[in-house]
């Protein structure tokens, strides 16, 4: 069954009013975003409603509402059947929708709408999407060695910080690092401690995504504070003179470091060269240093937490096929290496890196969830919460449980309901969707990180939290492999 399955699919389920309402102008949507961040908490928010009205299509105000949302109301689709309609983008128009009812300022990315905000019908989302292809199929040999001496870096200093200071070896800082400095040499050829950026790249990243996604956050302060925190960070936008500088900073050590390729975009591709610089940024920037920066700490907390049982079954299919393979680590070597893709494919299902999606409808729309058929008006918002939709206890048995083998063998049909990468793990992007360009390399260097870290270690064991951006890690042991 699909998210717009054909009339005959449609009959067999009612035609059902979309239940739920906005509220009140103005007191609606602040009412909501209160409760979303504060009163009942993000997947409560959505949870009770769903429990409300007996629907995972619902009508509802999305943060972050007034002053710097103009429409905050959407139709809510929160399961594993209606969420994929947000891909079809015949349907759905994703015109200015990344981040969600709002849109940050342009004077951000030098005064362009980068690719990530642009609908595939816009003649300049298929010339850069089709050179995002291009810089990703030049360095393909380069990702497996590339990111291994990231990681040898990674796990060196890693076991320095264990030794300094025992049980406490916060993983975050040190994974931003390595996967700045891996996004930076693999798109500029140079380390960025070459440039005037030094190490400080990760934290101009940070300040710069933080001033973005601020209206979408809440860090966690004590109650006294929401009320401060939600006129800070929710009322109204934050300026972006707030990360001039660091921005200009990123900006500069990545147009002097990359000139064939903005000189490819020039001459092959018709980019301005200015133009393609912002969006090389934005491309290395937030859409692949931001997704590392939360996928990872996800794969590690999740496998650490997994236990020893798991960690051994990794450690010996791992082991198993690179000494098959003669020691190498190879692409044909990771293929086979069922389980160790499963668990990958499982930490994206139960903590997606991108958690929200949206779209709007270009034309009216009949959206089927397991229960009913509903009627979506054109113009209206839809919005999608993926970690509710890729656990949908109609889909997946368990859905809260990390189960590392839920992939494998037959479980490999359920891949077209992983939908972290903003489509179907199953399906592949192109100029005509919004798929991540490099949703395949996010896959490929996850399964690398968990060969490098078994090769080496036995186990290890973790202390996990939360953060205003995925989960926080601390390694509290790591148990090296025997001989090694």
Request: proline content about 7%; overall charge neutral.
């Amino acid at each position: 069954m699909s998210a717009n399955s054909s009339s005959s699919s449609s009959a067999k389920l009612p035609l059902k009013p979309i239940p739920g309402n906005y509220g009140l102008p103005f007191l609606g949507p602040i009412k909501d975003r209160l409760d979303y961040f504060y009163n009942q908490g993000l997947e409560a928010f959505f949870l009770t409603r769903i429990e409300k009205h007996q629907s995972t299509v619902f009508r509802t105000n999305m943060p972050p509402g007034p002053f710097i949302s103009s429409n905050p109301r959407v139709v809510t689709v929160l399961d594993a059947i209606s969420f994929p309609i947000l891909f079809d983008t015949s349907k759905v128009e994703k015109r200015n929708v990344f981040e969600g009812t709002y849109m940050p300022s342009k004077s951000f990315t030098g005064g362009y709408r980068v690719c990530a905000y642009l609908d595939p019908s816009e003649p300049n989302h298929t010339l850069l999407k089709r050179w995002f292809f291009s810089l990703f199929a030049a360095r393909h040999h380069s990702f497996i060695p590339l990111f291994r001496n990231s990681l040898s870096e990674l796990f060196v200093n890693l076991e320095d910080k264990l030794s300094d200071n025992p049980g406490e070896a916060y993983f975050n800082t040190l994974s931003e690092q390595m996967s700045f400095n891996f996004v930076f040499r693999l798109f500029c050829d140079r380390n960025p401690s070459d440039t005037k950026l030094g190490s400080d790249g990760p934290n101009l990243l940070d300040r710069w995504l933080f001033v973005q996604l601020a209206p979408l956050m809440t860090l966690g302060l004590p109650k006294w504070l929401n009320c401060l925190e939600d006129l800070l960070l929710h009322t109204f936008p934050l300026p972006s003179f707030l990360v001039k500088s660091g921005y200009k900073k990123l900006y500069s050590a990545f147009y002097e470091s990359t000139k064939p390729v903005l000189d490819e975009a020039v001459e092959v591709f018709g980019l301005k060269r200015d133009e393609a610089c912002h969006n090389l940024l934005y491309m290395a920037g937030f859409n692949t240093y931001a997704g590392m920066k939360t996928t990872f700490p996800g794969l590690i907390k999740w496998v650490g937490l997994a236990g020893e049982k798991l960690h051994r079954q990794l450690a010996d299919e791992i082991r198993t096929v690179v000494r098959d393979e003669g020691g190498k680590i190879t692409l044909s070597a990771l293929n086979k290496m069922t389980l160790t893709n499963s668990v990958v494919y499982e930490s994206l299902r139960i903590e997606p890196p991108v958690p929200y999606q949206y779209g709007k409808a270009k034309e009216d729309l009949m959206v089927e969830s397991h229960d009913a058929t509903f009627e979506i008006k054109k113009g209206e918002m839809i919005f999608g919460y993926q970690p509710l939709a890729t656990k949908d206890p109609k889909i997946f048995d368990n859905p809260e449980e990390f189960v590392g083998h839920r992939f494998v063998g037959e479980g490999e049909k359920l891949l077209k309901y992983l939908y972290w990468s903003n489509g179907r793990e199953t399906d592949d992007p192109t100029v005509e969707n919004k798929q991540c360009p490099g949703k395949d390399l996010v896959v490929l260097l996850s399964r690398v990180m968990l060969v490098e870290l078994f090769l080496r270690y036995d186990t290890f064991t973790v202390e996990a939290g939360r953060l205003p951006l995925g989960s926080s890690v601390t390694f509290k042991s790591l148990t090296k492999a025997t001989g090694s």
